[in-house]
């Protein structure tokens, strides 16, 4: 299933945490959070994630400034992120590629959804 793979997911709405984290565990991930991207930051280099889920709009650090950094260190750049975005936010296809954003989803969205996108997301990155 999910080999206790660790998912990061840095979003500064606590609902949004909660309900991401609480689906993830169900079905058997390891889930960290971050409230901020300074904080995800953090998170990412000493924990690296098999994946980061972020926000794009949070305190500190916003997700696209977390994903370029993540990008920018050698420990850190293969990690996949899916970056959540508010409805109808679009970030052009080079800031995908430059900053590692495999997939970009729209609140609100279903939870059961983004567990699919989820495992999608680490199988491809297995299989690469």
């Not at 709405?13 to 995800?40: M, P, W």
């Not at 916003?62 to 990008?71: A, D, K, P, T, Y």
């Not at 296809?93 to 999608?120: A, W």
Request: with cysteine; net charge negative.
């Amino acid at each position: 299933m999910s080999e206790e793979k660790t998912i990061l997911v840095a979003d500064d709405e606590s609902h949004i945490l909660n309900v991401v984290s609480l689906k993830l565990r169900n079905a058997g991930y390891r889930v960290i959070t971050a409230c901020d991207g300074q904080e995800a930051l953090e998170m990412a280099v000493s924990e690296k994630p098999d994946l980061l889920i972020t926000d794009y709009h949070m305190p500190r650090l916003s997700g696209i400034e977390l994903c370029r950094r993540l990008q920018q260190d050698a420990a850190t750049s293969s990690i996949p992120t899916i970056m959540l975005t508010a409805r109808g936010y679009h970030l052009e296809e080079q800031d995908h590629s430059d900053n590692g954003i495999v997939e970009m989803m729209s609140k609100p969205f279903s939870p059961r959804h983004l567990l699919l996108t989820v495992n999608d997301v680490l199988e491809r990155a297995k299989a690469a």
